[in-house]
């Protein structure tokens, strides 16, 4: 018989540990359908037939999280056949705020008492037979990371499954609430099953806006709601939440022994330095340092640069070749092997290994603690635009490269903060953006120093508009974002945990997003690489680019750029190049100028360049680069972490019209300032900053309610 | 007077929480409800938000939702 076990417990429970310790790696990692909420399955070691479902950490089934929507959807709907909730053992009381909840849903339930021998060590006690008997459920004592007791955990969640038999929930809230409680129950439609009927009657009666969907016929309960609230002088969903906690302090009295302790814990006491008013700020900006200075500037870099320059440059990809070559194979066909698909393989695999470094530190920062403080720390100046305090890794990153520091913003869980870092990451320029920045210093403006900093500078006003605009627009508003956020206790994390969370993020970078980086790098070779010469439709050498399909895509699309001042095919071509990588941007000119190879920053071609358009077009060109939309590997890092088509083209529009119209706004009025014209296109970029300014300042306001399309399931009865 | 206001190293008595939707149910989800006692930390390095313990354990608050919570 297959079995279909759910685990659930709060964040920072060690409900992962667990999780992988009952599955091994026997799992299945996935998305919850049309939400970004990642969906793990897995099958119980050495019993096939048993799933096990690792529900969303979470501390409540309110409707107010997405997290918490998604568990909920799929307890009510798809009725897994018990569940086993995982309760962190030295945060008891709140733990088992969730268990009173998961109690009603009329699933037989197996309680995991886990870090027991933190417990132990600190000199609680707790008797978890009283606390089974109290709560009407099965308890075991645990310690995932140990390993002891998941077995027996395990074995008992069978087997309850098998019985089939949920014990009702013995909880009782005060009597007139209860018999409040009982009357909404009586009034609820007859497809409701039995055990579910506790947990309907209480949402009704707290007024929860999601619970609708799942009912055949919603009964009218205001008149219960009223005599609830004229009793207790409070709204009705404080008032049960009240009970629950009152409830819980009554048993953990009589379960819980606590050593009474005076001295502080080692948690406590790195905490005390770690987030010091004085000393937290350095010792973050240390911790960023290493972050940093390991996984971009010299492990990370140093991998990368060997992947892409030696693995792949001087190794496979002329091995390649030569051997294509050596079996007379076509022309065309060992381009499209060489320089297509194993360049584009190349392309995907040259930022694994940097990736992997970051991963590490992330995961490692994540299970030890600090990535919370870090949230806690850099809160404050964040979320005045949209964002996470956790936004600032993904940011930092992005500046070395964009990539990883897209697939950074997993550590973020609020799913609006998420979106916004995602879309704004790659505003900072990247490594692989200065030498377009070098190019265009170099070739119009004498090297100042003023363009690269003016450069960072536009990144971060683009990141900081963006989040406030964004917030505002219809795709954002829908989402409530407190920051009532718990701070776990620090606690050192195992290896195996470490570099299983590691590896997880970077085949989900080489499955998800290699697809896309591949695919397109292989369009943009043929469209490149293939071209008219004297009316013949042939494969070109790199000289004869201005030949190419890409030159005639660049024709047809260079007017579109004549009012941002560049109107010219070969700027046009140069930006599309970009996408492959955005240094290609200056290869690409080298090219078009009649220079084979060039220097990093284009010097060969500046008086070429500078000839061919003004300096206030240019300066557009490059901030048209920096914002649009980013390379190939970049946008499928996008799709990867966005998990969602529409988000991901709303994602990649937003921030090439961003790019568009700034870049606009520049050069005509830069044009007006420098040079006084004046014309149609000046009287837009006007136009166009007053619309900005509107929706920079226009009214804003929270929302009060979790705006989610899901397939929402009737209840099975 | 609000949980805002309460100074750092102090214990203070949760009497009532105003206010209503998700910020507040969050709030009263985490453990914050009416009497229980709450021990007010640290604030953050840049002054916001604030930590504090409440049922043995660490919580972190913006101070725009901790006036929401009234405390004695």
Request: net charge neutral; glycine share 8%; hydrophobic share 50%.
């Amino acid at each position: 018989m297959a079995v279909r076990i759910a685990l659930a417990g709060n964040p920072n429970s060690g409900k992962t540990t667990l999780f992988n310790a009952l599955t091994g790696s026997n799992q299945f990692v996935g998305n919850w359908p049309g939400v970004t909420v990642e969906k793990k399955e897995g099958k119980l070691k050495g019993q096939k037939d048993v799933t096990i479902m690792d529900l969303p950490g979470i501390y409540s089934l309110s409707p107010y999280t997405l997290e918490e929507v998604v568990a909920r959807n799929y307890l009510l709907a798809e009725k897994p056949d018990a569940i086993i909730n995982i309760i962190d053992g030295t945060n008891i009381e709140r733990n088992l705020y969730l268990t009173t909840q998961i109690m009603e849903l009329g699933i037989p339930v197996v309680m995991a008492v886990n870090m027991m021998d933190l417990v132990e060590k600190s000199g609680d006690k707790i008797h978890i037979e009283k606390l089974a008997e109290k709560l009407g459920c099965e308890a075991v004592e645990i310690s995932a990371l140990k390993g002891t007791g998941i077995k027996k955990a395990a074995e008992l969640a069978v087997e309850a499954a098998k019985n089939k038999k949920s014990t009702a929930p013995v909880h009782e809230f005060a009597a007139e609430v209860e018999a409040v409680i009982h009357e909404a129950e009586e009034m609820l439609p007859e497809d409701i099953p039995e055990e579910q009927k506790r947990f309907f009657a209480i949402k009704l009666l707290e007024k929860d806006d999601k619970i609708s969907g799942q009912m055949s016929s919603v009964p009218d309960v205001s008149a219960c709601i009223q005599t609830l609230e004229d009793a207790f002088d409070d709204d009705t969903e404080s008032i049960i939440t009240n009970e629950r906690y009152v409830y819980i302090s009554k048993i953990i009295g009589d379960c819980v022994k606590k050593e009474k302790k005076q001295k502080l814990s080692a948690s406590d006491k790195i905490d005390r330095i770690v987030t010091n008013r004085f000393l937290a700020l350095p010792i973050f900006a240390l911790v960023m340092f290493i972050v940093y200075y390991v996984s971009v500037t010299t492990i990370g870099d140093l991998l990368t640069g060997w992947t892409n320059d030696t693995l792949f440059g001087t190794w496979i990809v002329p091995g390649v070749t030569k051997a294509l070559e050596a079996i007379h194979c076509a022309d065309w066909l060992t381009g499209l092997i060489a320089d297509g698909i194993v360049a584009g393989v190349g392309a995907v695999l040259g930022f694994v290994p940097q990736m992997l470094v970051l991963f590490l530190f992330l995961a490692f920062l994540e299970s030890c603690g600090y990535m919370a403080r870090v949230a806690f720390i850099m809160d404050r100046i964040f979320r005045k635009f949209g964002l996470s305090g956790k936004s600032f890794i993904p940011m930092l990153i992005g500046s070395g490269c964009g990539v990883p520091g897209i697939m950074a913003s997993r550590t973020i869980e609020n799913d609006r903060d998420r979106k916004m870092t995602i879309m704004t990451t790659t505003f900072i320029p990247c490594g692989a953006k200065l030498p377009i920045i070098a190019l265009i210093a170099g070739a119009f403006f004498h090297n100042a120093g003023w363009v690269s900093w003016s450069a960072y500078f536009i990144g971060i006003a683009a990141i900081i508009c963006s989040g406030i605009i964004l917030k505002k627009t219809k795709m954002f508003a829908g989402e409530p974002a407190p920051f009532v956020m718990e701070l776990p206790a620090y606690h050192w994390p195992t290896i195996g945990n470490v570099l299983r969370s590691m590896w997880e993020r970077g085949w989900s970078f080489i499955k998800k997003a290699g697809t896309i980086i591949l695919l397109s790098a292989i369009v943009l070779w043929f469209l490149q690489g293939f071209g008219w010469v004297d009316g013949r439709f042939m494969m070109l050498e790199a000289e004869q680019l201005d030949s190419s399909i890409l030159a005639k895509i660049g024709n047809v699309i260079a007017p579109v750029f004549a009012p941002l001042g560049f109107g010219d095919w070969k700027m046009a071509v140069a930006a599309v190049t970009g996408l492959i990588a955005k240094e290609n941007v200056v290869t690409t000119f080298g090219i078009l100028f009649g220079f084979g190879e060039v220097a990093e920053d284009g010097m060969e071609i500046w008086p070429q360049l500078a000839a061919t358009i003004a300096p206030i077009a240019a300066y557009a060109y490059l901030v048209f680069n920096l914002l649009c939309a980013p390379c190939f590997a970049a946008m499928g890092a996008i799709k990867r972490e966005m998990n969602n088509t529409k988000w991901f083209w709303f994602a990649i529009g937003y921030e090439c019209i961003l790019a568009y119209v700034v870049a606009l706004c520049i050069y005509q009025i830069g044009s007006l300032i420098i040079y006084g014209t004046f014309g149609v296109g000046t009287v837009v970029a006007f136009l166009l900053v007053l619309v900005f300014l509107y929706l920079l300042l226009r009214p804003y306001k929270e929302s009060s309610t979790l705006n989610v399309k899901m397939k929402t399931v009737r209840a099975r009865s | 007077m609000t949980l805002k206001e309460v100074a750092c190293g102090r214990t203070v008595k949760v009497k009532k929480l105003t206010g209503e939707g998700p910020v507040k149910r969050r709030i009263m989800d985490m453990g914050i409800t009416k009497g229980i006692d709450v021990f007010v930390r640290k604030v953050a390095p840049l002054g916001d938000p604030i930590e504090v313990t409440v049922r043995g354990y660490e919580l972190s608050i913006r101070k725009a939702d901790a006036e929401m919570v009234e405390v004695e």
